[in-house]
């Protein structure tokens, strides 16, 4: 007794005449139609555009982060008399060196006083300023002598009001 039985002649002929299954071709990541790569090209193109303009507002507005990384060392000098009134010397100048990086000098240059106050007012933008802070700014350059006299509450208030302009200012004319 021979426990395998005998191959089959016919199993035999079958099995030779088999082949490996046919797979379909593997799906080609290439759009099908016109319409998705005139998608991709739109896509691409608004991309290019937003970054191309936030790259220009950026350029735009280097001038706003020097001013205030100035005006961060400023404020961390303040805790001292000394540094405050180094700080309130230095405020004027930086915001003068502000505006006249985004306006014409022609335009800002001559400006003192109550001018430069009402110049600094009419282009605060979005910033809430009080007008004792514009008083600030157009009198203390004029009088460094009461900058003894400061203290360090006003002097606090007077830098955060110049932060406040100068990132919040509108260089529309």
């Given at each position: 007794m021979d426990p395998t039985p005998a191959p089959d002649p016919m199993l035999d002929a079958t099995l030779r005449q088999m082949a490996?299954?046919?797979l379909p071709p593997a799906v080609s990541m290439m759009p099908a139609t016109w319409g998705w790569a005139a998608l991709l090209a739109a896509v691409v193109l608004v991309l290019a555009v937003v970054l191309r303009r936030r790259l220009?507002?950026?350029a735009l507005n280097r001038y706003r982060?020097?001013?205030?990384?100035e005006l961060s060392t400023l404020e961390k000098a303040i805790d001292t008399p000394a540094g405050r009134r180094h700080a309130l010397q230095s405020l004027p100048a930086l915001l003068k060196r502000t505006a006249l990086a985004a306006w014409q000098r022609e335009t800002v240059a001559s400006l003192s006083g109550e001018g430069w106050s009402d110049f600094l007012?009419?282009?605060a933008g979005t910033a809430r300023i009080d007008d004792e802070a514009y008083r600030f700014f157009a009198e203390i350059e004029y009088r460094p002598?009461?900058?003894a006299a400061t203290d360090e509450a006003r002097a606090r208030h007077s830098l955060a009001a110049?932060?406040?302009w100068i990132e919040a200012h509108d260089v529309r004319p």
């Open positions: 490996d299954i046919a220009r507002r950026r982060r020097e001013a205030l990384a007012r009419a282009h002598s009461d900058l110049a932060r406040q």
